[in-house]
């Protein structure tokens, strides 16, 4: 794979955008769904142009220079379709991705990101055990265990980290409840559970998906918690700041997420979509080539 760093000066920049403009959003799959709702009920009057790159999910396994390019390569296509903010709904990426992205684009195309929900568990939590189920990369990226650092050592709470590449292709591939899936959370989070943790931080946007899964299997012995809505919160704020709130009613006829996808699978993913985007919000998904 060519090496896609960030070029200074910015090349062919795009002009500032409108409040009228779409908020991009990306996830290396469809799992990233889970934030493009939250700032879609959060956010009534915005429309979101959604990137999920299944060409390449998942991202977890594989090497931190690899996720940097292929989050660059996304986030420059959102760019493109003259997005207003690009949030980038996946942990892995976050994790490594930020800063140049950051840097690169400047203040008139702002980057949200996200960061597993592990300080409102570790202020929360009464057994001072949490849990965080993530990929790996997310474990090593700086963002997580700068969280660890400042909350959850000074605060004496331990915090389990579980690690599993099976979950994000059964999500993939709408098999939440299969008995394979259910098996595989009760083996890797049942440990946890014996280890005393109240909180389970979902470090994955795919994750929330799987919600009726581990309660199925564990019932109210651990609390759930995701980034999700915090998203939508600081999604709304960055607007507000940058005066791109879109704050009419459409009537553009659009759907409010339009999906586009990287792996030539849109008619396969279909179904799938269908399940996990509730009825109130329209949509629609495509088939993009990526150059």
Not at 118 to 146: D, M, W, Y
Not at 161 to 178: I, K, R
Request: proline fraction near 7%; include cysteine.
């Amino acid at each position: 794979m060519t090496a896609i760093h960030p070029i200074y000066p910015l090349v062919d920049p795009m002009p500032k955008a409108q409040s009228d403009a779409p908020i991009g959003i990306f996830d290396s799959g469809i799992g990233g769904l889970s934030v493009a709702q939250e700032i879609a009920h959060y956010l009534p009057n915005e429309r979101i142009v959604y990137f999920a790159d299944t060409a390449n999910v998942p991202y977890g396994p594989r090497e931190d220079q690899e996720i940097r390019e292929l989050t660059a390569r996304a986030i420059e296509w959102l760019y493109r379709q003259g997005c207003k903010v690009a949030v980038v709904a996946c942990n892995t990426a976050s994790a490594f991705s930020l800063d140049y992205l950051r840097e690169h684009y400047g203040e008139n195309f702002p980057i949200i990101g996200l960061v597993p929900a592990l300080k409102p568990a570790v202020l929360q939590s009464q057994s001072k055990t949490v849990a965080v189920l993530a990929t790996p990369a997310t474990f090593r990226g700086k963002l997580i265990n700068e969280v660890v650092q400042r909350f959850a050592i000074p605060s004496q709470v331990n915090v389990l980290a579980v690690t599993c590449l099976d979950l994000v292709p059964f999500v993939e591939s709408g098999q939440q409840m299969s008995t394979a899936c259910l098996d595989t959370l009760k083996r890797i989070l049942q440990p946890v559970v014996d280890q005393g943790a109240d909180y389970l931080v979902l470090g994955c946007t795919h994750y929330p998906f799987l919600k009726p899964a581990i309660e199925s299997i564990f019932g109210q012995k651990m609390t759930l918690i995701d980034s999700g809505y915090a998203v939508a919160r600081q999604t709304s704020r960055i607007l507000l700041k940058n005066e791109l709130l879109f704050e009419q009613r459409r009537k553009d006829g659009l759907p409010r997420i339009a999906c586009y996808v990287s792996g030539n699978n849109a008619k396969h993913l279909e179904s799938i979509v269908q399940h996990l985007i509730p009825p109130d919000l329209s949509w629609s998904i495509a088939n993009i080539v990526m150059k």
